[in-house]
């Protein structure tokens, strides 16, 4: 049997509610198949608007077998191309970011506009047409402060995850905003597993106490159960609301992103050892509402954040092989905020710094006791993994019609 055929198989035959069998965490042939049907074919959260702040300026990236770069052109448009020369295949761009006039290949000098254009490529027969060795262009789309790249020739439609989250992020000028520090974690487990930690906080309370001085640990929260008959919720939502925040919590049809408002601890309003502000200055000008607590946007399979009213933290999550995956954070604040004056990195990023590390540790043991031949597929818990049921749910419903052929997404009550 093929890994396609048996794969689909265990998608058909799996228990609802129950952790996927070992070969999704552990074979290389499913990761392929993941890469194919997911990474490679679906919108991807790459980076953000602040990150390109003037034309030439770049970074780069690699979705599986995929070096990509991306781009602000001399117009001020965010593009993104294939890394990868029409010459001889080498990478344009081998540093993670910088700031270029012109593309340049360091093997034999190919010359590039920042709109992928092949400008210049010395001693070649006189009938060539550069015209036709232009870099060759991913698809690209920015909202909100972030960027989305998708690999597939024809991607799905952009339009309406913009409408939903535009909305919502427009008020916090994340594309004003600032990177303020930044880190990567590689945990040496499947990308999925380091999703099934992050959607419940089931494990929060004997795992991250930094955390949990300020995010709160009800099922609501992180999951998608019962979150519209929560008092302290609609009261929250009410209050965000009426000064002209969007907080209602939004799910996609098919499940595979969505957005609310939560509130914070008691009267917190940061992610920071005694819940105060870890940034002088409002993330946004626009934004002075009091205790707004945090914007939460999940989008499978790249990313969750968390925007407050001081600063924001945003995860891109991007899978290196079957059992390794790369997590990128980034502390973004008010572009004429002062490191020294008006923020401690430190502080900043503190309670995220240990909760990513105490997250690698919790996603390795998993990871390792996954590879016994004793393990079996367990029950998760309705109660408190609603959250990680419904990104596992989303999985299987999304992977299915693909391994089938049938090119058509068959849904479920993904509430």
Known sequence: MDARTRMLELIRTRKPGHALEQPFYTDPDFYKLDLELIWYRDW????????????????TVQIGDYPVVIVRDREGKIQAFHNSCRHRGSRVCTTA??????????YHQWTYDLDGKLLFAR????????SSYSLKPVACEATGGYIFICLADQPADFAPFRAMMAPYFNPHRLTEA????????VEKGNWKLVWENNRECYHCASNHPELCKTFPEAPNVTGVNDVESDPEMIAHWAK??????????RISPDGQYRATRTP?????VSYTMNGKAAVKRNLSDQVNADRIGSLMLYHYPTTWNHVLIDHAVTFRVLPLGPEET???????????????????????????????????????ENAFGIRSPSYEPGPYSELHEGGTI?????????LEPRLAGDGKTRLKNVA
């Open 326 to 364: 790369m997590l990128t954070t980034k502390w973004l604040v008010h572009k004429d905020a002062v490191e020294g004056v008006d923020y401690d990195p430190h502080e900043l990023a503190h309670v995220w710094m240990e909760t990513n590390e105490q997250d690698r540790r919790i996603v390795e």
């Open 44 to 59: 991807l959260f790459i980076g953000h608007d602040c990150e390109l702040p003037k034309p030439g300026s770049f970074f």
């Open 178 to 185: 600032k990177v303020a520090f930044e880190t990567t974690t």
């Open 240 to 249: 965000c609301e009426a000064a002209g925040l969007p907080s209602h919590f």
């Open 264 to 268: 914070l601890l008691r009267d917190s």
């Open 97 to 106: 970011k910088g700031t270029q006039a012109r593309l340049v290949c360091p």
């Open 123 to 130: 001693q070649m027969a006189d009938d060539f047409d550069p």
């Open 390 to 398: 419904q990104f596992v749910q989303w999985y299987a419903d999304f």
